[in-house]
């Protein structure tokens, strides 16, 4: 290869790039490239035609001006036309030109488009290439619709020339994923496929690639690639280096499309087929026996290859999770990397490890690395590896080692980094309570949490704390006690002083009997912390002291005199001061009895899902995001849901009860759920079914994701109702979870009420369904109701400027974003009752935004627990065809469609 | 997938970005500062890994030149550090011994190197003289 000469013969722009690398300042660099737009402006518009050459140099220029951070908005036509030049350099740079700077709703496409139909046309494998890069780069709809019929024809006909048919794969990949209802697989798909038989390595890397993301989408469709693929694999990795020359990196084979064909393989299953099975299995060996042998070379390059692949393999080891032999090896080999000298493999071998703890085959052999994962903690110098050991340390954690964990995790926080150190808390509560044998061990450990982190230790910990206290009679006494040494520390935190506040105040009584910690030594203890505190602390505090009032009437007198202090009775804030003034009153006017029954213990809390956990999952959700290309997520996926049902078996028993009872007898009438009730669409209370027999009602109120429910069973007839039970089912993207159970008896003319907690995940299109039993006169009852929990019950309004929403209706420009329905009024068109309709739907109403104030306009936001879809929406009624226009923009497809579908009934 | 590349020296300037998703203009600078922010605060002895919001940065640096691409988590890390080693000697073989004024003033031909390597986010040829084809082709072309 010569030497290429700098600038390459373009002088000017060889000129003009030293001029601004020698620029000083920021400004001068500025007004440099201000003087060469100028230029390049004048020069393009000119009378003076430019040749192609000029035309290459100012479009490199621009190029350049671009890079560093301008935005160029002309040069694009100057471009386009270098695309129809002869030479190859021209019209290269044109392509590259556009890839970069045009995005795909340009204007220009259809000029664009001309030119790449010829150069596909042209039968010059570069010209090809050129226009399939460009297909692929800018992937619009427009060009989709051009072309997607050409694109598989070149990609499988016989005599492309192989570099042309790696391009094709991956423009047809782009195509699917920008156009996909335009690329109609069916009749290619077998021959698409057949291309992993290829003899060119390259086009196999690149078509492997298509079928991945074809497979992700639709499995079925490209099963057989699985046969191909494992014997691709096995060619590669049993032959000699030398049969793949041209494709070997420092003595791997093919290590790219190694790693892309097991990526391949784990979109399916274990392979059935006993033999195909055996030659997978004898690949996966292969490669790591690999590991083991001698490296070929010193270089790391080598290594690194080599263990690219290993990785891939453990990956598909894990995902199949049916070799427990592979899962071993798997362990162990990143058990030697975990004491590897190069920090990448370290941190690999953490996280692959993590996923490996989940598998019932290899999660003993996981737990054997204890050890050096707590020194990786110890000992890593960055921050990255040590938040993987973290991580892995809680996925390995079971009954038998927690303790060793949990302690290790307490002591890694004293100097933990701050950006980890909440995640940290919130593993260590959640571990502690999960493998909490003896629960003195489980207030010990968020004692020292809220020591140690105190900063970093959310409300759902401590309130959590407090649940699991109250919930059990034989930890009380411990806590409080533990509680009360623990603020005896000169400093303590803030959310000490919340918890020790509450218990004491609950459980102050029952170490009351020690003269060391009498009740007036308590009192005093909480009241010293209290001017160190906020508000909200303080009223907690002031709650506190009413309580001790019933637990201890001897303190009484001390107590009403802070009480009635002007710091308290006269305090600025409304809330403290409200609190002295309702308190102090209390105890004066309410006697022994009254107090008694007010100021009780609090009742047990209802069991349900730890809100730490919920926290976690959360925290994880936004710092990776979904994404469609992810195809390890299935088996992370698992790895949450495993946690997820053991944390909630206790919530989950209730329904399951409800349900067994509901199988034991299923004669009876049974009313079918009816279909979406869009009466309740804009609407959140009212009868939602009544039968001679039985009214139900409801009562709903939602915030943010979250939605309770009130329903009502009327019993219309003048006979008991006997064993009544209720249950609902709901989707896995929609929870439900019933309060309390009804009682099984139901007096006639009664009326029983039974509350219902809803959280939305996803968006979602199934109402749930309330299924009731009961027996009336000797027969058996069975009802059915669709709930009407809808998507846009979730909905929060968004005030906006009309500026703002202007903009964001832009930004949401997507085809798929946008739903649009034109459609007949059902009902008289008033303006008012539209409005009112559209405030009940959740959105918030934009006046003065569209120029047509007979129009409506209107924001909100649908919360989910894992992502919130900002919704903007447009109603525009025309009362002499009496039809509305309706059009909605969300940043997510399905959401769109379902409001759209459950508004416009409405109208 | 690939989501962009991008080469960056150590004072922060932005030599070659390549983005295989679109992402607007005001957001490549904000972007492309924070990443080589990223890599500069880290030592030899970190890992070339880094998380950064939803995806993850896998960087090698070369004298004063680093070269940073950002991948979804579905990509396997080690063989993108690799890619880049790869891309590197391609770069060295064209221009025997590269240099940061060879990325600069031969920006158009970096391109289709990397075009070559690399499109729509996905790997599609890592043998370098094949890579290096059409580049030979126009040379002979202008030579002859």
């Given at each position: ?16 790039i ?61 471009a ?156 590669i990795?049993?032959?000699?280096a ?22 391949l ?22 490669i ?9 070379s010193?270089?790391?390059?080598h290594?690194?290859a ?76 960055d ?102 040494e ?11 002083v919340k ?5 004491l ?19 005093n ?11 909200p ?34 305090n600025?804030d ?13 105890s ?29 999952k ?48 299923p ?72 309060l ?22 996803s ?22 109701v ?14 906006m ?107 | ?13 932005t ?130």
């Amino acid at each position: 290869m010569p030497a290429v000469s700098k600038g390459d013969g373009m002088r000017g722009l060889a000129v003009f790039i030293s001029d601004i690398r020698n620029c000083k300042s920021k400004e001068a660099e500025v007004k440099r490239i201000n003087k060469e737009l100028a230029n390049i402006r004048s020069k393009f518009k000119g009378d003076k035609a430019l040749d192609g050459y000029s035309k290459k140099k100012y479009v490199c220029k621009l190029l350049f001006i671009f890079l560093l951070g301008h935005d160029i908005d002309f040069g694009h036509m100057e471009a386009v036309n270098l695309l129809s030049s002869n030479k190859y350099t021209e019209k290269q740079i044109g392509y590259l030109f556009i890839s970069v700077l045009v995005n795909s709703n340009s204007d220009l496409i259809r000029l664009i488009n001309n030119a790449i139909r010829n150069d596909l046309a042209s039968r010059n494998p570069t010209f090809m290439n050129l226009a399939l890069h460009c297909i692929a780069n800018v992937g619009s709809r427009e060009m989709a619709e051009a072309f997607v019929s050409d694109i598989p024809r070149i990609l499988v006909a016989g005599e492309t020339m192989d570099s042309v048919k790696q391009s094709a794969a991956l423009c047809l990949l782009r195509l699917n994923r920008t156009s996909p209802d335009l690329v109609p697989m069916g009749e290619w798909t077998a021959r698409v496929v057949h291309l992993l038989n290829d003899q060119h390595l390259g086009v196999v890397t690149a078509a492997t690639s298509l079928i991945t993301t074809l497979a992700q989408k639709s499995p079925e469709d490209f099963k057989t690639s699985v046969v191909l693929a494992v014997a691709r694999l096995s060619r590669i990795v049993t032959s000699a280096a030398i049969d793949l020359q041209d494709y070997t990196y420092y003595f791997v084979a093919a290590p790219w499309l190694s790693v892309k064909l097991l990526r391949l393989l784990q979109c399916y299953p274990p392979p059935e087929d006993a033999a195909l099975r055996s030659r997978l299995t004898e690949c996966l060996e292969t490669i790591l026996n690999k590991v083991q042998e001698p490296p070929k070379s010193k270089k790391v390059q080598h290594s690194n290859a080599k263990n690219a692949v290993l990785f891939e393999a453990i990956a598909l080891i894990i995902h199949h999770d049916s070799e427990p032999n592979l899962l071993v090896r798997a362990c162990n080999q990143l058990g030697q990397f975990l004491q590897h000298r190069e920090t990448n493999l370290r941190y690999l071998a953490l996280e692959s490890m993590c996923l490996l703890a989940s598998s019932e085959f290899s999660h003993e052999a996981v737990k054997t690395h204890i050890e050096t994962v707590i020194n990786a903690l110890k000992t890593e110098r960055d921050v990255s590896v040590r938040q993987r050991a973290v991580d892995l340390l809680y996925a390995m954690c079971d009954r038998s080692n927690s303790k060793q964990i949990v302690a290790e995790m307490l002591s890694y926080l004293e100097t933990a980094d701050y950006s980890i150190r909440e995640e940290i808390v919130l593993k260590v509560a959640i571990l502690a309570e999960k493998y909490a044998v003896d629960y003195t061990w489980y207030v010990d450990t968020i004692l020292n949490l809220i020591r140690i982190a105190g900063d970093y230790v959310s409300e759902e910990v401590w309130y959590r704390v407090i649940q699991i206290v109250i919930n059990r009679d034989d930890v009380q006494g411990y806590a409080a006690k533990t509680v009360f040494e623990a603020l005896q520390a000169p400093a303590c935190h803030e959310n000490l002083v919340k918890v020790g506040g509450y218990i004491l105040g609950e459980f102050g009584n029952l170490i009351a009997g020690d003269p060391r910690s009498s009740p007036l030594v308590q009192f005093n203890l909480l009241h010293s912390k209290f001017h160190l505190c906020s508000v909200p602390t303080r009223a907690l505090l002031l709650s506190a002291y009413i309580k001790f009032i019933n637990l201890f009437p001897e303190v009484k007198g001390t107590i009403q005199d802070v009480l009635r202090s002007d710091s308290q009775l006269r305090n600025a804030d409304v809330e403290l001061q409200q609190r002295a003034v309702e308190y102090l009153r209390l105890s004066c006017i309410a006697s022994t009895d009254i107090l008694a029954t007010v100021l009780e213990e609090m009742p047990p809390f209802p069991e349900r899902e730890s809100s730490i956990l919920a926290k976690l999952k959360k925290k994880k959700g936004s710092s990776k995001l979904p994404d469609l290309d992810d195809v390890r997520r299935s088996v992370n996926g698992s790895t949450d849901h495993a946690e997820n049902t053991e944390a909630t078996e206790t919530s989950v028993s209730n329904t399951v009860l409800a349900f067994s009872l509901y199988r034991t007898e299923p004669t009876g009438i049974i009313t079918l759920p009816c279909d979406d009730d869009f009466r309740f669409v804009c609407k959140n209370n009212g009868v939602i079914y009544e039968n001679q027999l039985l009214q139900i009602g409801l009562k709903s109120e939602y915030r943010q994701n979250l939605g309770r429910m009130y329903v009502f069973y009327g019993n219309k007839t003048s006979t008991q109702f006997l064993s009544f039970s209720s249950a609902v089912t709901s989707s896995d993207i929609l929870k439900t979870h019933i309060l309390q159970t009804v009682d099984p008896m139901i007096e006639g003319g009664a009326q029983v009420q039974q509350i219902l907690n809803i959280e939305c995940l996803s968006d979602f299109s199934d109402a749930p369904v309330l299924s009731i039993q009961f027996r009336y006169g000797g027969t058996l009852q069975n009802i059915a109701v669709k709930l009407p929990v809808m998507l846009n019950k979730f909905f929060q309004p968004t005030e906006m400027t009309s500026q703002d929403f202007f903009q964001r209706w832009k930004q949401l420009g997507a085809p798929r974003q946008e739903v649009q329905k034109i459609f007949k009024a059902q009902h008289q068109m008033d303006s008012d009752v539209a409005k009112a309709k559209l405030l009940g739907f959740g959105v918030a109403l934009l006046d003065g935004v569209d120029p047509n104030p007979a129009n409506f306009v209107g924001a909100g936001i649908v919360h989910s627990k894992t992502t919130q879809v900002g919704c903007l929406l447009r109603l525009e009624p025309n009362t002499q065809a009496q039809m509305y226009r309706l059009t909605l923009r969300t940043s997510k497809d399905s959401v769109s469609q379902r409001l759209c579908e459950l508004l416009s009934d409405q109208f | 997938m690939i989501k962009f590349v991008l080469m960056v020296n150590q004072q922060g300037q932005t030599r070659l970005s390549r983005y295989y998703e679109p992402v607007e203009l005001s957001r490549r600078a904000a972007l492309e500062a924070a990443a080589v922010r990223c890599c500069l605060s880290r030592n030899k002895d970190q890992c070339s890994f880094v998380e950064y919001k939803d995806f993850r940065l896998v960087y090698r640096q070369y004298a004063a030149l680093y070269v940073v691409m950002g991948v979804t988590h579905s990509e396997n890390e080690l063989s993108i550090y690799e890619l880049i080693q790869n891309f590197v000697e391609v770069l060295d073989k064209y221009f025997s011994r590269v240099s940061e004024l060879d990325i600069m003033f031969n920006l158009d031909s970096v391109h289709v190197i990397l075009d070559e390597m690399i499109q729509n986010g996905h790997i599609v040829e890592t043998n370098k003289s094949r890579v290096l084809a059409p580049l030979t082709a126009i040379n002979k072309m202008v030579d002859g």
